[in-house]
């Protein structure tokens, strides 16, 4: 099936009316998501996961994936209407966009981000439609060694694409992948490290985890920041459209931070905010008004929110094409792609077509769902911030709970939650970075398999594996990034002596 | 607690975490490295472990710089949270859904600055409602069932 053919078969699939709700629904979760401040994206796809078994894996990967998107348009609002951007990657809106809502010029500022993230999402699902099929083929030639060295690459760029130190990040690296050796091995089924408890024979599920690090603690920061309720600024519809020299101002920073953004996406770690603080570095270097950045530059709001999008698309090719998350939302919708019984990897696209296609073709969809919810119905968005953040503290902390209880009906699944969330409310304190550990922890099965495997393949010469191609090539890349500030340093030393 | 002295706690206690990883995973057979068995991964991941807790050990001790947020400031809020938290799962299993459930809701409202004892469990009474609604009943989970009788 070529990318065209592809398409259409996905928007057969994405326009069923099962479907279009999940769509829907997943849209509409991410937006209030991104709107409203604790649970994330992250823990919201947790949360929901179990509602998706009553889905076929296509309808319950669509919804996912659409709160996963959908939270990136919802978390601009609050950047630009409140300085309080709902998600991560709305940090940088907040420079721009909540200048010009103080200029009174709200309206534009929300019409841009929502044409520029549609921009975005149609740059991603073309991306999507025709590397997505390219990287399979690759990733067929790929055996275990590859795999392993692919792993290992997406952690090294990981350790170094956050805010922690190189050892926090392999402390929180390790601390994953110890999570991840708990339960059966995966070659000889011996049971390791479960304490006496039945359950953990079959490994610490991702789900409890990954909510407690994203929700539970997030809960418990609100609770020391004290967040209060504010009053948003107003907008009217009539006020939304932009003025000619705001278009004018706004497509090249949408077009470069589309393509931009969809390439961050391709690689590990926090990559839609890095692309949102390069496409601001970037627009503010190119732009003939720089003095203007910070002060209400319309291109400050385009480029950036573009750039977030973008990433949150891109970041979708590791997983539906290789079958590896390289973000912690990935690694959520790798969980439901297991749960669902879909075989991830490189073959998902022959054996499950309308799977691959139907995600593919449906952020189109949902990204003009999202269009639509986003500009006329900006209004009602806006008023949930009116709600009281205790009203909002006490239905999440709930939610959390319930939500971890329902997926297997066990408490030692809350227990997880509680502790999990707890640490990692202590953790960013000490500057570790949880979201690490999430990842390594959903990438340690793949990696230990494919690493015992490999090392079967080559009959214990273990050099061997260094001596294929791609996986060497991964490993420098891996090694090159691991060492690159302290080389650029190096080399910023000699040019100055 | 300062700063310096909760980094130095954190760098030991993974550095413990990591050695007891290490330890457990020599109880486990390591096989050759043609047939390697099940104790060599959890081995290099308590060796990664362990060598990166004790360079950050090595870094609180010769890091000078400030952490960002105080370690201790306003953590009355969240502890109590965290005793909310934890009273909702030692009592979910033993007197059922409501009871924690309401509990859990009034200390959260009182945490996040609601005012008014009535008004407090008046909401909480509104929530738990909705939850039960939402989760036995409509998605059919099953809480867990009382072990305690009144």
């Known amino acids: 099936m070529n990318a065209l053919d592809g398409i259409l078969f996905g928007f057969s699939v994405a326009f069923e009316w099962r479907n279009l709700l999940a769509c829907f629904i997943g849209v509409l979760i991410g937006t209030v998501v991104g709107v409203l401040p604790g649970i994330g994206p992250v823990g919201a796809m947790a949360l929901l996961l179990p509602a998706t078994y009553a889905l076929t894996p296509a309808g319950a990967l669509i919804m996912l994936a659409g709160i996963y998107y ?11 209407l409140l300085k309080v951007p709902g998600e991560v990657s709305s940090v940088v809106t907040t420079l721009d966009g909540y200048e010009m809502a103080q200029r009174g010029r709200a309206g534009p500022a929300l019409f841009v981000a929502a044409i520029g993230s549609f921009v975005a999402g149609t740059v991603g699902v073309v991306g999507l439609a025709f590397i997505g099929p390219l990287l399979s083929k690759v990733a067929l030639t790929f055996g275990p060694p590859e795999y392993c060295a692919l792993c290992l690459l997406g952690l090294m760029v990981l350790s170094r694409l956050t805010d922690s130190s190189l050892s926090r990040a392999f402390v929180m690296v390790a601390a994953g992948l110890a999570l991840s050796t708990v339960g059966m091995e995966p070659m000889s089924g011996t049971s390791r490290f479960t304490f006496g408890f039945l359950k953990m024979s079959q490994g610490i599920d991702l789900v409890p985890i990954a909510m407690g690090m994203f929700g539970v603690a997030e809960l418990l920061a609100m609770a020391e920041r004290e967040l209060k309720t504010q009053a948003p600024i107003r907008v009217r519809l009539r006020e939304l459209l932009p ?11 949408i077009t470069r ?7 961050f996406g391709l690689v590990p770690g926090p990559t839609a905010m890095i692309a949102t603080f390069t496409s601001y570095a970037l627009e503010r270097k190119l732009s003939r008004h720089p003095e203007q950045f910070g002060k209400g530059a319309i291109e400050g709001v385009a480029g950036p929110e573009a750039a977030n999008n973008g990433a949150a698309q891109g970041a979708f090719i590791p997983l539906l094409t290789l079958g590896i ?3 912690p939302a990935s690694a959520m919708l790798l969980t439901a792609l297991l749960i669902h019984g879909v075989q991830t990897g490189p073959l998902m696209m022959v054996n499950n077509p309308e799977v691959f296609w139907g995600v593919v073709s449906s952020m189109y969809v949902g990204n003009f769902m999202l269009l639509v919810l986003n500009l006329p119905l900006i209004g009602v968005f806006v008023s949930l911030l009116r709600l009281p953040m205790y009203l909002i503290a006490s239905v999440v902390a709930l939610l959390c709970l319930v939500g971890t209880y329902a997926i297997s009906n066990s408490m030692l699944d809350i227990w997880v939650l509680l502790i999990s969330g707890v640490a990692a409310y202590l953790l960013r304190k000490l500057r570790f970075e949880p979201a690490i550990l999430v990842l390594a922890l959903a990438l340690g099965p793949i990696l230990e398999r494919s690493f015992l495997q490999s090392l079967y393949l080559v009959q214990g010469e273990w050099m061997e594996i260094f001596q294929r191609p791609i996986t060497a090539g991964m490993i420098i890349t891996g090694l090159v990034v691991l060492a690159a500030p302290a080389l650029l340093r190096q080399f910023r030393g000699s040019a100055a002596g | 607690m300062n700063s310096r002295t909760a980094g130095l706690a954190a ?8 050695s007891g990883q290490i330890y457990m995973s020599l109880a486990l057979p390591r096989g050759t490295l043609a047939e390697p068995g099940p104790g060599v991964f959890p081995l290099l991941v308590g060796a990664l472990m362990s060598a990166s807790s004790i360079a950050c050990l090595v870094l609180a001790i010769v890091e000078r710089t400030p952490l960002e947020f105080g370690l201790l400031k306003d953590a009355a809020r969240p502890a109590v949270l965290v005793v909310a938290l934890a009273a909702f799962l030692v009592l979910l299993p033993r007197v059922g859904f409501i009871l924690p459930s309401l509990l859990l809701q009034v200390v959260t409202l009182q945490v996040f600055g609601m005012r008014g004892v009535w008004r ?6 509104v929530i738990t409602a909705a939850a039960v609604l939402l989760f036995e009943t409509l998605l059919g989970v099953q809480f867990p069932a009382p072990t305690w009788s009144f």
Do not use: C, H, N
Not at chain 2, 120 to 125: K, P
């Open chain 2, 120 to 125: 407090r469990l008046a909401v909480a009474a």
């Open chain 1, 325 to 327: 998350p390289f973000a």
């Open chain 2, 11 to 18: 760098a030991v206690l993974f550095l413990v975490i990591g």
């Open chain 1, 70 to 80: 959908g939270s990136m348009y919802g978390g601009s609002t609050t950047a630009i």
């Open chain 1, 257 to 263: 931070g589309s393509i931009m953004g969809f390439l």
């Open chain 1, 243 to 253: 003025t000619k020299e705001d278009w004018q101002r706004s497509w090249p920073p």
